[in-house]
C-alpha cells in the first residue's frame, strides 16, 4: 500500500518522537534507581556475583550499568540499598530494610574536632528517634580513612529531633567511611549502614601495615591467636599484657572487656563480632578477651579491639589474612 506524502511525513515524525521520549525515559529510570535484573534463581544469574553485580557488566572503570562496583558501591562510595531483607555483608549499604544514613553533609573541612551530624531515617522518611541500646549505647559511629588509617569509635549525641552529633578527629585529608551501627525500635536486628565522607586537602596515603599477631601501643603488647576460614564461626583471642605481666584487671567496656570492629580491606565490609564474656560494673577481667565473628571470604582484613585499663581507652590494631 502507498501512503499519501503527507502521512509518510507524518508517521516519521511520530516514531521519531516514540524513540525520544522512551529515550528519556530509560534515562530517568537509571538516575531515579537502579533496575534489578530477573532472577534466574534465589540468589540471581550465575554472573551476578555476591553484591547482586554482573561482573559482564562492568565497564572500563569497573563500574556496572547502575554506577555500582563489585562491592555494591557507586562512584561517590554510596552503597546501594536492601529492602527487602538482611544484607549479605553489613556496612556496603547506606540504606537497609527501609532505613537510611542521612549525613548532614559529605564535604568537611580537616581538623582535629570537626562537628558532624547526621541523621538516620525511618521507613516512613521521618528521623528515627528511637533505638534499643546494643553494647550500652544507642548508637555506635565508625570512622575510618580507606586506607585503614584515622580509626575512630565514638558515640554521637542525639537531638530531640533525630539528629546526632559529634566532634570527629579529621586532621589528615582523604575519604573515609562512616559506619552506623544501632538497633532501630520495632526491628528485631541491628544495623550497620555506611557511608563516605571527603575531607579537603592534599591526600597521603598510608601503607597498610603488614600481618602480625602482635600489637604495640601505649606500653601494652596486645597479641592475637586467630585460627579462622572463610564462611565459618571463629574465635578469636586477645591477651593483654603491660611491663612483660599480663593484665588482670581490664575494665568494664561497652558491657564487655573489650569491643571489636573487623573490617574486610578494600571494600570495607563490616564484620559483626560478638565478645565471648560479658561485664558487669565493678567486675575485672583479663588477660584474654575472646570474640566470634564470621569471615565471609578469604582476603585481608582490619581488626580494631579497643578495651580499658586504669580509665583510659585503648585500641590494638591488627591485619590479619584469611586463607580457603
Do not use: C
Not at 74 to 96: F, K, N, W
Not at 228 to 255: H, I, K, N
Amino acid at each position: 500500500m502507498k501512503f499519501p506524502s503527507n502521512t509518510v511525513i507524518k508517521l516519521a515524525a511520530y516514531a521519531a518522537a516514540l524513540v525520544v521520549l522512551f529515550s528519556a525515559a530509560f534515562s530517568l529510570g537509571r538516575v531515579v534507581t537502579p533496575v534489578a535484573a530477573e532472577a534466574d534463581g534465589p540468589h540471581g544469574s550465575a554472573a551476578e556475583d555476591e553484591h547482586g553485580v554482573d561482573e559482564n557488566s562492568m565497564d572500563e572503570h569497573g563500574m556496572d550499568e547502575h554506577g555500582m562496583d563489585e562491592a555494591g558501591m557507586d562512584e561517590h562510595g554510596m552503597g546501594g540499598t536492601t529492602d527487602s531483607g538482611a544484607a549479605a555483608i553489613p556496612g556496603l549499604a547506606v540504606s537497609e530494610a527501609g532505613y537510611t544514613l542521612v549525613p548532614q553533609t559529605t564535604s568537611l573541612a580537616a581538623g582535629s574536632a570537626v562537628p558532624f551530624s547526621f541523621t538516620v531515617s525511618d521507613p516512613d522518611e521521618a528521623p528515627l528517634t528511637s533505638y534499643v541500646p546494643t553494647h550500652e549505647k544507642d548508637l555506635h559511629l565508625i570512622v575510618v580513612r580507606r586506607d585503614m588509617a584515622g580509626f575512630q569509635h565514638v558515640h554521637p549525641t542525639l537531638a530531640d529531633d533525630g539528629t546526632w552529633s559529634v566532634a570527629l578527629d579529621l586532621a589528615a585529608a582523604g575519604t573515609y567511611r562512616v559506619f552506623a551501627d544501632f538497633a532501630p525500635d520495632g526491628l528485631d536486628r541491628t544495623l550497620t549502614l555506611g557511608v563516605d565522607i571527603t575531607v579537603a586537602g592534599d591526600f597521603t596515603p598510608v601503607p597498610l601495615p603488614a600481618p602480625d599477631a602482635t600489637s604495640n601501643l601505649d606500653g601494652y603488647v596486645v597479641s592475637l591467636d586467630l585460627n579462622a576460614a572463610p564462611g565459618t564461626e571463629s574465635e578469636l583471642t586477645f591477651t593483654v599484657s603491660r611491663g612483660g605481666q599480663e593484665v588482670t584487671d581490664l575494665e568494664p567496656y561497652l558491657g564487655a572487656f573489650g569491643h571489636l570492629v573487623s573490617l574486610r580491606v578494600g571494600d570495607l565490609a563490616y564484620l559483626h563480632t560478638h565478645p565471648i564474656e560479658s561485664a558487669e560494673a565493678g567486675s575485672q577481667g583479663g588477660p584474654a578477651v575472646e570474640f566470634g565473628t564470621e569471615f565471609p571470604t578469604a582476603g585481608t582484613y582490619r581488626l580494631f579491639l579497643d578495651f580499658q585499663h586504669d580509665g583510659a581507652v585503648h585500641t590494638a590494631e591488627f591485619t590479619v589474612t584469611i586463607n580457603d
